[in-house]
């Protein structure tokens, strides 16, 4: 979906935002060697907000992979969660094709390669250690491999969990299929912050409420962020299925 000349898909609110493909700012990553990206979520919306208001806790974006391009570490603290969205990766000394997924846990030095042309999807955030479970080591998956299930008895709505659901993951990221006119069952609102990135279909996203409630039509390649507690709803329509990729933060006391 492309906007008229000076208009634009890409929406920022309070507790939410919208980045629409049109409005990608393509520019080298940090912490990547030879590899332009396009961050589509991080804490710094909270301030572009200018109301003070918290912003994610997250980062998300996405990398375009030159032959030569490499990555060897997250920032401190931080566990990384990297999905190939085309092309073929090599992460931790795993080879991932599309839909291959690794998450890798904070402070352990990994190479990331890949051939030209291969684009990734990264979430990196800090990662809450507990005392109930030991840091987990480095996990690796095909999306393929994930059995996706109906989503509170719907079968139209279809939800596979890529990591394991265990306590000593603070992180859920799943990847949640919707046939044509197949919609969440109620406008969610819960403590966890969502990033979400729309990998195929078109749907309809509701987000925020009263004043600030937001409709906003997405399609393959536009990105969400949903803060805490921000109202959220979803149906999906058009001819084909919507399939969205999204992160989760859990399992961690919310005070
Ligand atoms: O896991 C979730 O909270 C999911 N149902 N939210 C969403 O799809 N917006
Ligand atoms: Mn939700």
Redesign the pocket.
Same mark, same amino acid.
């Given at each position: 979906m492309t906007a008229p000349l000076g208009d634009t898909r890409t929406h920022l609110a309070r507790n939410h935002a919208v980045i629409g493909p049109d409005s990608h700012v393509v520019a080298p990553l940090p912490g990547w060697e030879e590899t332009q990206g396009v961050v589509l979520i991080a804490p710094a919306m909270g301030s572009a907000q200018g109301t003070g208001a918290n912003g994610p806790n997250f980062t998300q974006y996405l990398a375009t992979l030159e032959s030569t391009s490499r990555s060897t570490a997250a920032p401190p603290g931080c566990q990384r969660f990297v999905y190939v969205l085309e092309g073929k990766a090599s992460v931790g000394g795993n080879e991932l094709d599309a839909d291959g997924y690794a998450w890798l846990p904070p402070d352990q030095t990994h190479e990331i390669t890949g051939q030209a042309g291969s684009r990734l999807w990264v979430h990196e955030q800090r990662y809450a250690a507990t005392e109930v479970a030991a840091t987990p080591k480095p996990c690796f998956g095909h999306a393929s491999g994930v059995r996706a299930e109906p989503?509170l008895g719907d079968p139209a709505a279809r #939800?596979a969990k890529l990591l394991p659901q265990e306590a000593a993951f603070d992180l $859920?990221v799943?990847r949640?299929t919707f046939d044509p006119g197949a919609a #969440?069952p109620m406008v $969610?609102s819960?403590v966890?912050e969502?990033g979400?990135l729309m990998l195929e279909g078109t749907g309809v =996203?509701r987000l925020g409420s009263g004043p600030e409630t937001h409709w906003q039509t997405v399609a393959t390649g536009d990105a969400i962020w949903?803060g805490a507690f921000c109202p959220?709803?979803?149906c999906c329509f058009g001819t084909g299925p919507a399939t969205?990729l =999204?992160s989760?933060n859990v399992n961690r006391p919310a005070l």
């Open positions: 989503f #939800l $859920e799943n949640f #969440l $969610e819960h966890n969502h979400l =996203y949903m959220q709803w979803f969205y =999204y989760k």
